[in-house]
């Protein structure tokens, strides 16, 4: 009985592990089609990185890279997009008072061009922030 015991805890650790390898491997496809859109944009594409980030912390997956991406976009060019996506960033770490400055800069950018621009969807994710304060 003990050595059942002991084989069967092997066999599930052994499965585990190997799990483990293969999803390390493979990445999952939102980071793939990141990761390629990234390695195909031009060295001042701001906006690809943006979006790549954007899309990999919607899903919840590859926020270390994807934060990488964001920086870089963002030091490539101020953008309200930007700022809105790190403001994401910020909230989805439970980072509120980051996410709350991010996205009010991302809301000061957009009426620098235009003041009557609707800001509707960045304060309502202002006020989601704030609630979780």
Partial sequence: MK???KTSLFAFIAVFMASTFTMAA?????????????SNAAPDDWHTL???AQMCIKKGVNLK????????????????FGK?????YYLSNK???KAINSYVE????????????????IQKKIDKAKKSL
């Fill in 50 to 52: 943006a979006e790549s």
């Fill in 3 to 5: 050595n059942l015991v």
């Fill in 84 to 88: 809105e996506v790190a403001g994401d």
């Fill in 65 to 80: 890279e994807a934060k990488q991406w964001l920086d870089t976009s963002l030091q490539i060019k101020k953008s309200a």
């Fill in 26 to 38: 493979n990445p999952d496809k939102t980071t793939e089609k990141a990761r390629t859109a990234v």
């Fill in 95 to 97: 980072l509120y008072e």
């Fill in 106 to 121: 991302s809301m000061k950018l957009i009426k620098e061009k235009d003041f009557y621009a609707d800001t509707d969807d």
